[in-house]
C-alpha cells in the first residue's frame, strides 16, 4: 500500500519561503517520478513541479526560478522548496507518485498513480 504523507505547510508572508516534503512508503520509491501540484480556492489542480527517477526535473512556467524540486531516495522523500512566494501561490500543495516505474509526469496529471491528503500553503500580502 502506497502512502504519501506531506508535511510543511503554513502562513507565510509574501516574499517568503517554505520548504514542503513528502514522505513516501509502499513502493521502490528511487524508480518512480514524484511530483507535486497545487490547488487554489475555486480553481482546479495544477501541476507544479516533477522529478523523475533520474533526478531531471521540470517546472510549471509560474514557478520557475522560484521553486526547486528534489529528492533523497536514501529517506524516501521528495522536498519542494518554495521561495519568493506570493499571495496566488496560496494553494493547497500535493505529493504524487507515477503509477509505473520509470514513467514520466505530464502536467495534466494522467500518469499519477497515487497523491497525498495535501498541505495548506498560506501567503499574505
Known amino acids: 500500500q502506497v502512502q504519501l504523507v506531506e508535511s510543511g505547510g503554513g502562513l507565510v508572508q509574501a516574499g517568503g519561503s517554505l520548504r514542503l516534503s513528502c514522505a513516501a512508503s509502499g513502493r521502490t520509491f528511487s524508480d518512480y517520478t514524484m511530483g507535486w501540484f497545487r490547488q487554489a480556492p475555486g480553481k482546479e489542480r495544477e501541476f507544479v513541479a516533477c522529478?523523475?527517477?533520474?533526478?531531471?526535473?521540470y517546472y510549471a512556467d509560474s514557478v520557475k526560478g522560484r521553486f526547486t524540486v528534489s529528492r533523497d531516495n536514501d529517506k524516501n522523500t521528495v522536498f519542494l522548496q518554495i521561495s519568493s512566494l506570493k499571495p496566488e501561490d496560496t494553494a493547497v500543495y500535493y505529493c504524487?507518485?507515477?503509477?509505473?516505474?520509470?514513467?514520466?509526469?505530464?502536467?495534466?496529471?494522467?500518469?499519477?498513480?497515487?497523491w497525498g491528503q495535501g498541505t495548506l500553503v498560506t501567503v499574505s500580502s
Open positions: 504524487a507518485q507515477s503509477k509505473d516505474r520509470f514513467q514520466p509526469m505530464g502536467s495534466l496529471g494522467r500518469e499519477v498513480g497515487f
Open positions: 522529478i523523475s527517477s533520474s533526478a531531471a526535473t
